[in-house]
Structure formats: structure tokens, C-alpha cells
């Protein structure tokens, strides 16, 4: 049996501590799974058979960019060709990622910068909540407004293109190292988040980049492993995903980020039905240049270029970050040139590189900088971030880079406000036994756990650190905080204004170590009215999680608080997916999900503890009983030797998370959609229309011409679903209407039961009622179909449901769409 233990790891960390890392042995986890693939197993992709599809569509003349596009090709017309392979070659420099300025044509060059959560590298920059927390808002408006506020962070420090949002991994398995940088295993809302967070980033002139596309949904094995000496032993891991998973799955989110008119792509390390992600033309010309009709450029992901022609023909446009440094100091040492560069020109002068490509590559990358009026005069790139970018430090440029404007730019301005805002509501309120929440001034108040208090070690960004608050993941997606507001200072400044009592025991293993039933018989200090259990769950890149228990004997700490503690209420910070095993302790009064909240967490937590704030979170994802009864397993290990065989099979389908317990009638704890409220909510009323009365609607959409997100037709609204919503309760408080589509029995074999294709969020007073207006698109009511390659509206009844949950679903309608 082969694992990763021994090998090295061959993927970019990023810490400036980082070294080569050895994978940690899966055996250690309570769950881990260990998969390899049965033999009758039918190959979905046809490993080794990535479709070709050549040549490599260009940008096109016209649309939103014309005269993006116009510029773009002028400025191409002036290079040399030198010039021109540095334009689709990073190089070592200040920023993560760099493109070297062209003085005589008065361009000051790009830089790129991570990512998802924050400005990573750099200073007085704010932390905001993770991708995974603002999902679990259900707030199209703040899913905006956090990347508005982001994109102009990253604009005043002078980083032009935002290597964010991240939507790969999508969740496809509750392990994944990464899903809490991106948004939701269900393609919808990780759509819609997607499309809000580009408008938002680019509504403030930066680039965002859609990223990893696509199928990146392991990290274990997302490079290829080498021998000492350099040769490849293992190439990195496949995904083997057939036509329809593509499109109605993984392709779907990336497709709102495309009719967002986002930048650029990030292709992904691994393979894809056996060709690297960023050499994949069925991908790249494919599904997103000529299906998707994508117009900006796409990246590789920093070392995942694998080939020179065969990437650029594939459709590649940048080659990140394009130099060894990096390479050298965190990967396995060995030497990397880039297969662009030098080579570039080679290419071109030996008649192996198409000219026309080339330009075309260097129109793709410029439109989006003309289009976003980045050339009309941008914030210099702050100086400070220089020694924080470790990927490539002063001393190993090539080139000076002239920095000027102000060091230490404050870029933070009031978004620790709308931080504060978002996190409290996004926060998930699993359970509230007769109504422990909200807190009633308590006057004692007992905290426990190593998540509750001050981060211990060292600058606030985070690690892997026993004591502290978790409020954000590890490795590119990171953030580096200038403050960091702990529950336990936020609850003691709280518990202040009512003169309360708060004692604090913050070492998990001393609270474990205690003999059970003395901790019972020896009474608290001062018999608490509430314990607050705070535990965390850690996740990070370059390694998938472990487990789906929260860390530090987390589960332990509940059950041993809440054996004598009868109103124990459980906080947890952590990256997504945790079984909640305690959860129907009797003395668990209450339970809620913060997730990664950023910088303002304890202040977010205590406006929702103390009622400031009416939770209104929602899972965007489904809580299981168990961590096996999640399907779709990573693979941890593989049984044979041979270079090419770590092979991930998505043979689940379109059977993740809620669609796939769903399917089968699986109990689950707590599903996907739910999460509660200080008041009740009811629904009624639900009605159907037809947008346009009189059109007949076909099963295919009209053929238009191609506009980035594909085919309009497919955007357009074909019907609309309204409801009436009530608040019932006695406090104000956000409803989250949620509209799931049942396809007809005529839809192919495997389609899911239900499937979300609508929210909203509707603040509302005691009493108050209000309306709640669905749009249904014609994407929304169709299924890929792999024969004719089109979207087909099915004929038959569909059944819409509209609830507070995926299984809370009291409204239906049923209508038909197409006729026989
Ligand atoms: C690798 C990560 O996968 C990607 O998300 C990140 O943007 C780059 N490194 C640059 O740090």
C-alpha cells in the first residue's frame, strides 16, 4: 500500500517557515477513509482521454470589452518579441505574482496578490470571514459588499489582480484541506457567490480570478511527487469526472463567474481525466474559452505548468509565478525554469509557437486591465509588502523594482464594522432548547476551551496552535491580522456591563484530566447560569483534514463540561463540515457555527449570544450522523506503483452532500438550508408564473451568439416563484427562503431529488409579512445533455418546493414547462 507518508510533499506552502513538508499518515485519523478504486468500476472520464479541442479559441473583437480589446491589441502591436514572452511570464518581485512594467510604453507592469479572505501578504490590511462563512449567510448583498470592501484593500496596496474567489474545491468531500476558502457544495450558491464576489472585487477596479478551476477537489497529491534526483515518481492525482458532473457540478459556479465578466481563471495543479489542469484543452479551449466564451486569460496556479506548446495550446495565456525561487525554498528543491520565458522566444523563432497565439495570449491578459481602467493611473504597490511576500524576497530579483508611494499603508478604513455585521450573520444557530439564546444578563459566566481566548504565538496570523482562536484557515488563503478580537475578551467586555462574574478555563487537556466525577462534585467557583464551550477545527492547503471531529479532544470537552453544566451552549470555529456527536446531550442547550469569522469574531459571536443580532445563518452544507456517512472519498492511498496511478474517480456523480443523502433516504443530523432563529418564520402562498404568458418554451435554448457565461439564452428568466413569508415570532429577525427544483420523470437516470435553485434573505419585524420573489432561470430547469451537448429543458411536471431548509420544505407547485 502506497501513501503519502513517506513522500515529499510537492506543492507550494506558504508560510515563511515553510520547508519541504511530509504528509502526516492518514492511519492517525478516526476516519479517515483509504479508497482505491473497485475494479468493475465503469472510467467516467476515460483516464488517458481528455477530448482534445484545438486550436485555442482568441479573445474576440466586440461585446462588454470592445475597446478593452481595441487597446489591448494596440499595446500587443508595439512589443518585441522579448517583451512578449515577459508579458506571459511572471518573474520575482514584490508581489506574489508579477509582471514586469514595459517603461517605454508607459506600463508599470501587474502584481498579483492572494487571496480569498484578505491581502495575505501585507500589513494594516483587514481579515474578513472566510468564503465559507459568508456562504452560510445566504446574503447576496454582503457576499458583494465583503469583496467590494476587499477589492479596494487590495487596490489601495497596489495589487491589480485578486487571486480570489476560490470555488475549487467546491466540497465535493467534507476533507478537503481547502472548501472553506470557497463557498458551498451545492453549485448554486457557490454561484451566486462567485458572480457577487466578482461584481464586488471588480466594482473596485481589481481583477478577480476564478479559482482552481476545476475538479480541484483534494489536496492530497495536487502535485506531482519526485524522486531526488528530480524525475517525476508520482504524477499528481486525477480527477475523472464525466460531461454532465462537469456542467451541472463543478462547472456550474465557474460559469457565473465568467457571465460576471471575471478577469481570469486559475487553473488547477492536478489532472484531469489524465491531462494536468493547466494543459487540459477540453477545459480550457473547451468548457471555458469557447463554451463559457470566457474573454480574460488564464493563469496556472504557481508551478502547475507542466509544458510549453502543449500548455499554450491547450489554452494557457500566463505562466505563474513563472520563476524558481519560490520553488526552491518550498517545494523539494529541485530547480525549475519556466517553460515559458526564454522559451517563448525560442518557440517563436523556431516556428513551434504560433505568433497568433502569443498575441492573443497577451491581448487576453491586457483586456481586463484596460477594461477595469487600471491603466489610467493606480495606487503604487505599498513597499511594505516586501519582506512579508517570502515567495521572492529582494534578493533574488532580477530586476530592481522601483516602489514609491507610502510604506504601510492603513487600507483597513471602517471594514472591521462590516466585518462585525457579517459574521454575526453569518453565524448558524444549530439548536436552542428552550431558548437558552439569547443570553439573559447572565451574572456568572463560565468559558472553556483553548478556542476562547488570546491567540498565543506569535504575529495573529494563524497556525496549527493549541491555545487561541481559530478565525481563519492556513496557506494562501490566510491573512495577516493587525487585531484579532478573542470571545473571551468580547464576552468579558460584555459580561462588564451587567457586573457578571466571567471565570475562564481555557486548557482542554487540564478540564479532561480532571476526574470526571470530581468535576461533578466540586461545585465552579460560582455556579455558572451558562458555559460557554469553545472549540475549533483547523484547516489549511497543501493538506487535506484528518478528521471531521474538531480538534483538540473538542468533542471530549463538551460531553465533560456538560455532564455538570445544564446550560452548556457550544461555539465552534472551524473550516466546514464537523459531526456535532454531543449535539443531542440533553445539557447542550444550545449550539452555534461561526466558522472562520476574521478579525471581529468575538464581537460577532457576543452581538448573537446577547440577542444584538437575531442569527439568521443557514447550512451550506449538511451535517451528517456520522463521518462515514458522507460518501465521495478522498483517495489517501493507492495500491499499485505505477507513475500515473493516483486516480480520484467521481463516481458519485452528481450525488454530494444533501443530493446524495437525499437519494437514498439518509438520515442526517442537522441538513443542508437549516439553521435557526430568536423567532419563528412561517411561509404560504406560493405561486408559479410564466414570465412571458404566451411564449411556447422550447427544451433547447435559441442558438445566440456566445457572451461570456455561454449561451444568454441560458440566463434568461423563464419563470417566477413568489411566497409569502410571516414573522411570527415576537423579535425582528432574517428569513432565508430557499427554492429547491424537482426535475420530471423524464429527466435522465441519476438527476438529484431535489435541487437549489433559489434563496433570498428577508428581514422582517414582529409580525411583519413580506414577499419573496424567485427567477428562475432556463439553466435553473435544465439538465446537460451529453448527446446533444446542450442544456434540454425536460418534458413533464416539475415540482418546485420552497422552505427554511432542504427538508423543511412546506410549500409546493407543479408545473410544466415544455410540452410533449
Ligand atoms: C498556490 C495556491 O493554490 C493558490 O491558491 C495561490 O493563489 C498561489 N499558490 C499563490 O500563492
Same mark, same amino acid.
Given at each position: 500500500?502506497?501513501?503519502?507518508?513517506?513522500?515529499?510533499?510537492?506543492?507550494?506552502?506558504?508560510?515563511?517557515?515553510?520547508?519541504?513538508?511530509?504528509?502526516?499518515?492518514?492511519?492517525?485519523?478516526?476516519?479517515?477513509?483509504?479508497?482505491?478504486?473497485?475494479?468493475?468500476?465503469?472510467?467516467?472520464?476515460?483516464?488517458?482521454?481528455?477530448?482534445?479541442?484545438?486550436?485555442?479559441?482568441?479573445?474576440?473583437?466586440?461585446?462588454?470589452?470592445?475597446?478593452?480589446?481595441?487597446?489591448?491589441?494596440?499595446?500587443?502591436?508595439?512589443?518585441?518579441?522579448?517583451?512578449?514572452?515577459?508579458?506571459?511570464?511572471?518573474?520575482?518581485?514584490?508581489?506574489?505574482?508579477?509582471?514586469?512594467?514595459?517603461?517605454? %510604453?508607459?506600463?508599470?507592469?501587474?502584481?498579483?496578490?492572494?487571496?480569498?479572505?484578505?491581502?495575505?501578504?501585507?500589513?494594516?490590511?483587514?481579515?474578513?470571514?472566510?468564503?465559507?462563512?459568508?456562504?452560510?449567510?445566504?446574503?447576496?448583498?454582503?457576499?458583494?459588499?465583503?469583496?467590494?470592501?476587499?477589492?479596494?484593500?487590495?487596490?489601495?496596496?497596489?495589487?491589480?489582480?485578486?487571486?480570489?474567489?476560490?470555488?475549487?474545491?467546491?466540497?465535493?468531500?467534507?476533507?478537503?484541506?481547502?472548501?472553506?476558502?470557497?463557498?458551498?457544495?451545492?453549485?448554486?450558491?457557490?454561484?451566486?457567490?462567485?458572480?457577487?464576489?466578482?461584481?464586488?472585487?471588480?466594482?473596485?477596479?481589481?481583477?478577480?480570478?476564478?479559482?482552481?478551476?476545476?475538479?480541484?477537489?483534494?489536496?492530497?497529491?495536487?502535485?506531482?511527487?519526485?524522486?531526488?534526483?528530480?524525475?517525476?515518481?508520482?504524477?499528481?492525482?486525477?480527477?475523472?469526472?464525466?460531461?454532465?458532473?462537469?456542467?451541472?457540478?463543478?462547472?456550474?459556479?465557474?460559469?457565473?463567474?465568467?457571465?460576471?465578466?471575471?478577469?481570469?481563471?486559475?487553473?488547477?495543479?492536478?489532472?484531469?481525466?489524465?491531462?494536468?489542469?493547466?494543459?487540459?484543452?477540453?477545459?480550457?479551449?473547451?468548457?471555458?474559452?469557447?463554451?463559457?466564451?470566457?474573454?480574460?486569460?488564464?493563469?496556472?496556479?504557481?508551478?502547475?505548468?507542466?509544458?510549453?506548446?502543449?500548455?499554450?495550446?491547450?489554452?494557457?495565456?500566463?505562466?505563474?509565478?513563472?520563476?524558481?525561487?519560490?520553488?526552491?525554498?518550498?517545494?523539494?528543491?529541485?530547480?525549475?525554469?519556466?517553460?515559458?520565458?526564454?522559451?517563448?522566444?525560442?518557440?517563436?523563432?523556431?516556428?513551434?509557437?504560433?505568433?497568433?497565439?502569443?498575441?492573443?495570449?497577451?491581448?487576453?491578459?491586457?483586456?481586463?486591465?484596460?477594461?477595469?481602467?487600471?491603466?489610467?493611473?493606480?495606487?503604487?504597490?505599498?513597499?511594505?509588502?516586501?519582506?512579508?511576500?517570502?515567495?521572492?524576497?529582494?534578493?533574488?530579483?532580477?530586476?530592481?523594482?522601483?516602489?514609491?508611494?507610502?510604506?504601510?499603508?492603513?487600507?483597513?478604513?471602517?471594514?472591521?464594522?462590516?466585518?462585525?455585521?457579517?459574521?454575526?450573520?453569518?453565524?448558524?444557530?444549530?439548536?436552542?432548547?428552550?431558548?437558552?439564546?439569547?443570553?439573559?444578563?447572565?451574572?456568572?459566566?463560565?468559558?472553556?476551551?483553548?478556542?476562547?481566548?488570546?491567540?498565543?504565538?506569535?504575529?495573529?496570523?494563524?497556525?496549527?496552535?493549541?491555545?487561541?482562536?481559530?478565525?481563519?484557515?492556513?496557506?494562501?488563503?490566510?491573512?495577516?491580522?493587525?487585531?484579532?478580537?478573542?470571545?473571551?475578551?468580547?464576552?468579558?467586555?460584555?459580561?462588564?456591563?451587567?457586573?457578571?462574574?466571567?471565570?475562564?478555563? %481555557?486548557?482542554?487537556?487540564?478540564? %479532561?484530566?480532571?476526574?470526571?466525577?470530581?468535576?461533578?462534585?466540586?461545585?465552579?467557583?460560582?455556579?455558572?447560569?451558562?458555559?460557554?464551550?469553545?472549540?475549533?477545527?483547523?484547516?489549511?492547503?497543501?493538506?487535506?483534514?484528518?478528521?471531521?471531529?474538531?480538534?483538540?479532544?473538542?468533542?471530549?470537552?463538551?460531553?465533560?463540561?456538560?455532564?455538570?453544566?445544564?446550560?452548556?451552549?457550544?461555539?465552534?470555529?472551524?473550516?466546514?463540515?464537523?459531526?456535532?456527536?454531543?449535539?443531542?446531550?440533553?445539557?447542550?442547550?444550545?449550539?452555534?457555527?461561526?466558522?472562520?469569522?476574521?478579525?471581529?469574531?468575538?464581537?460577532? %459571536?457576543?452581538?448573537?449570544?446577547?440577542?444584538?443580532?437575531?442569527?439568521?445563518?443557514?447550512?451550506?452544507?449538511?451535517?451528517?450522523?456520522?463521518?462515514?456517512?458522507?460518501?465521495?472519498?478522498?483517495?489517501?492511498?493507492?495500491?499499485?506503483?505505477?507513475?500515473?496511478?493516483?486516480?480520484?474517480?467521481?463516481?458519485?456523480?452528481?450525488?454530494?452532500?444533501?443530493?446524495?443523502?437525499?437519494?437514498?433516504?439518509?438520515?442526517?443530523?442537522?441538513?443542508?438550508?437549516?439553521?435557526?432563529?430568536?423567532?419563528?418564520?412561517?411561509?404560504?402562498?406560493?405561486?408559479?408564473?410564466?414570465?412571458?404568458?404566451?411564449?411556447?418554451?422550447?427544451?433547447?435554448?435559441?442558438?445566440?451568439?456566445?457572451?461570456?457565461?455561454?449561451?444568454?439564452?441560458?440566463?434568461?428568466?423563464?419563470?417566477?416563484?413568489?411566497?409569502?413569508?410571516?414573522?411570527?415570532?415576537?423579535?425582528?429577525?432574517?428569513?432565508?427562503?430557499?427554492?429547491?427544483?424537482?426535475?420530471?420523470?423524464?429527466?435522465?437516470?441519476?438527476?438529484?431529488?431535489?435541487?437549489?435553485?433559489?434563496?433570498?434573505?428577508?428581514?422582517?419585524?414582529?409580525?411583519?409579512?413580506?414577499?419573496?420573489?424567485?427567477?428562475?432561470?432556463?439553466?435553473?430547469?435544465?439538465?446537460?445533455?451529453?448527446?446533444?451537448?446542450?442544456?434540454?429543458?425536460?418534458?413533464?411536471?416539475?415540482?418546485?418546493?420552497?422552505?427554511?431548509?432542504?427538508?423543511?420544505?412546506?410549500?409546493?407547485?407543479?408545473?410544466?414547462?415544455?410540452?410533449?
Amino acid at each position: 500500500m502506497i501513501t503519502p507518508k513517506t513522500l515529499l510533499l510537492s506543492a507550494v506552502a506558504l508560510t515563511s517557515t515553510t520547508t519541504a513538508q511530509v504528509y502526516q499518515t492518514p492511519g492517525r485519523s478516526k476516519d479517515a477513509y483509504s479508497y482505491t478504486q473497485p475494479e468493475d468500476t465503469v472510467i467516467l472520464g476515460q483516464y488517458g482521454h481528455s477530448e482534445p479541442v484545438y486550436p485555442s479559441p482568441p479573445a474576440r473583437d466586440g461585446g462588454a470589452w470592445e475597446q478593452a480589446v481595441k487597446k489591448a491589441k494596440a499595446f500587443v502591436s508595439e512589443l518585441t518579441l522579448e517583451e512578449k514572452a515577459l508579458m506571459v511570464t511572471g518573474q520575482a518581485g514584490p508581489c506574489v505574482g508579477n509582471i514586469y512594467p514595459i517603461e517605454r %510604453l508607459n506600463f508599470t507592469g501587474l502584481c498579483f496578490q492572494d487571496g480569498p479572505a484578505s491581502l495575505r501578504t501585507a500589513d494594516f490590511v483587514s481579515v474578513f470571514e472566510a468564503g465559507v462563512t459568508i456562504a452560510s449567510s445566504w446574503d447576496k448583498t454582503m457576499m458583494y459588499n465583503r469583496a467590494l470592501a476587499m477589492g479596494r484593500e487590495f487596490r489601495a496596496k497596489g495589487a491589480h489582480i485578486a487571486l480570489a474567489p476560490a470555488v475549487g474545491p467546491m466540497g465535493r468531500s467534507a476533507y478537503s484541506g481547502r472548501n472553506w476558502e470557497g463557498f458551498s457544495p451545492d453549485p448554486y450558491l457557490s454561484g451566486v457567490a462567485m458572480e457577487e464576489s466578482v461584481l464586488g472585487f471588480q466594482d473596485a477596479g481589481v481583477q478577480a480570478t476564478a479559482k482552481h478551476y476545476i475538479f480541484n477537489e483534494q489536496e492530497i497529491l495536487r502535485n506531482p511527487v519526485r524522486y531526488e534526483n528530480g524525475t517525476v515518481q508520482y504524477e499528481a492525482i486525477s480527477s475523472n469526472v464525466d460531461d454532465r458532473t462537469a456542467h451541472e457540478l463543478y462547472l456550474w459556479p465557474f460559469a457565473n463567474a465568467a457571465r460576471a465578466h471575471v478577469a481570469a481563471f486559475m487553473c488547477s495543479y492536478q489532472r484531469i481525466n489524465g491531462s494536468y489542469g493547466c494543459q487540459n484543452s477540453k477545459t480550457l479551449n473547451g468548457y471555458l474559452k469557447t463554451e463559457l466564451g470566457f474573454q480574460g486569460y488564464v493563469m496556472s496556479d504557481w508551478y502547475g505548468t507542466h509544458s510549453g506548446v502543449a500548455s499554450i495550446e491547450a489554452g494557457l495565456d500566463l505562466d505563474m509565478p513563472g520563476h524558481i525561487i519560490g520553488r526552491a525554498l518550498i517545494d523539494d528543491g529541485q530547480a525549475y525554469s519556466s517553460y515559458f520565458g526564454g522559451n517563448i522566444t525560442v518557440g517563436v523563432n523556431n516556428g513551434t509557437i504560433d505568433t497568433d497565439r502569443l498575441d492573443d495570449m497577451i491581448t487576453r491578459v491586457l483586456t481586463p486591465y484596460y477594461a477595469l481602467h487600471q491603466d489610467e493611473g493606480y495606487p503604487s504597490v505599498d513597499p511594505s509588502i516586501v519582506p512579508l511576500n517570502t515567495f521572492s524576497l529582494p534578493n533574488t530579483w532580477l530586476r530592481e523594482w522601483n516602489l514609491t508611494g507610502p510604506s504601510r499603508r492603513d487600507v483597513r478604513d471602517n471594514h472591521g464594522d462590516l466585518i462585525r455585521k457579517h459574521a454575526a450573520a453569518s453565524t448558524i444557530l444549530l439548536k436552542n432548547k428552550d431558548k437558552a439564546l439569547p443570553l439573559k444578563a447572565p451574572k456568572s459566566i463560565a468559558v472553556f476551551g483553548n478556542d476562547a481566548g488570546e491567540v498565543t504565538e506569535g504575529p495573529l496570523n494563524q497556525a496549527q496552535f493549541e491555545f487561541g482562536t481559530q478565525a481563519i484557515g492556513g496557506g494562501s488563503g490566510a491573512g495577516l491580522f493587525t487585531y484579532l478580537v478573542s470571545p473571551l475578551e468580547a464576552i468579558k467586555a460584555r459580561g462588564r456591563q451587567d457586573g457578571a462574574l466571567v471565570e475562564f478555563w %481555557l486548557n482542554n487537556t487540564l478540564v %479532561l484530566n480532571r476526574d470526571a466525577s470530581a468535576w461533578a462534585q466540586t461545585p465552579l467557583p460560582n455556579k455558572p447560569d451558562v458555559c460557554l464551550v469553545f472549540l475549533k477545527g483547523w484547516a489549511a492547503e497543501a493538506a487535506d483534514r484528518e478528521s471531521l471531529h474538531l480538534d483538540w479532544s473538542g468533542d471530549e470537552l463538551v460531553e465533560s463540561v456538560a455532564s455538570t453544566c445544564n446550560n452548556t451552549v457550544v461555539v465552534t470555529h472551524s473550516s466546514g463540515i464537523n459531526v456535532l456527536p454531543w449535539a443531542e446531550h440533553p445539557n447542550v442547550t444550545a449550539i452555534l457555527l461561526a466558522h472562520y469569522p476574521g478579525q471581529e469574531s468575538g464581537n460577532s %459571536l457576543v452581538d448573537v449570544l446577547y440577542g444584538d443580532v437575531n442569527p439568521s445563518g443557514h447550512l451550506p452544507y449538511t451535517i451528517a450522523y456520522n463521518a462515514t456517512d458522507y460518501n465521495a472519498p478522498l483517495v489517501t492511498a493507492i495500491n499499485t506503483t505505477g507513475k500515473d496511478d493516483w486516480q480520484s474517480y467521481f463516481n458519485e456523480k452528481l450525488e454530494t452532500d444533501y443530493r446524495y443523502f437525499d437519494a437514498h433516504d439518509i438520515d442526517v443530523r442537522y441538513e443542508f438550508g437549516f439553521g435557526l432563529s430568536y423567532t419563528t418564520f412561517a411561509l404560504s402562498d406560493l405561486s408559479v408564473a410564466k414570465l412571458d404568458e404566451k411564449a411556447d418554451i422550447n427544451s433547447q435554448p435559441e442558438e445566440r451568439s456566445v457572451e461570456p457565461g455561454g449561451n444568454p439564452a441560458l440566463w434568461e428568466v423563464l419563470y417566477t416563484a413568489k411566497v409569502a413569508v410571516h414573522n411570527s415570532g415576537d423579535v425582528r429577525g432574517s428569513a432565508v427562503p430557499q427554492l429547491y427544483v424537482s426535475f420530471p420523470a423524464s429527466t435522465p437516470s441519476g438527476t438529484p431529488p431535489r435541487q437549489l435553485r433559489g434563496f433570498d434573505k428577508k428581514e422582517l419585524g414582529p409580525g411583519e409579512r413580506g414577499t419573496v420573489t424567485f427567477n428562475l432561470m432556463r439553466r435553473d430547469l435544465s439538465y446537460w445533455d451529453v448527446n446533444t451537448q446542450k442544456w434540454l429543458i425536460p418534458t413533464g411536471e416539475f415540482t418546485i418546493h420552497v422552505g427554511f431548509s432542504s427538508r423543511d420544505l412546506p410549500e409546493q407547485k407543479t408545473f410544466t414547462v415544455v410540452k410533449e
